[in-house]
């Protein structure tokens, strides 16, 4: 099964948060990674969660499907 992953930025930019509260779930085991040959951290987009209660913030998956639409 190949895994989708995203940059810490698209992260941020998916979830709503900073770029340090992402390094704190990486630090913490809340989200996967894996590193790059190069040494980017490349984040799997499935272990990416949202507070199902914040009507604020688009769920994660409808998010990134519409990235996926998008023309390149």
Request: hydrophobic letters at 40%; a positive charge; one cysteine or more.
């Amino acid at each position: 099964m190949d895994r989708k992953t995203i940059s810490i930025m698209k992260a941020c930019e998916l979830v709503g948060v900073s770029r340090r509260t992402i390094y704190n779930w990486l630090s913490s085991g809340k989200i996967e990674y894996v590193r790059t040959a190069g040494g980017s951290v490349r984040i799997f987009v499935d272990t990416l969660w949202r507070d199902p209660h914040r009507a604020d913030r688009p769920a994660v998956d409808s998010v990134w499907q519409a990235e996926e639409r998008k023309p390149a």
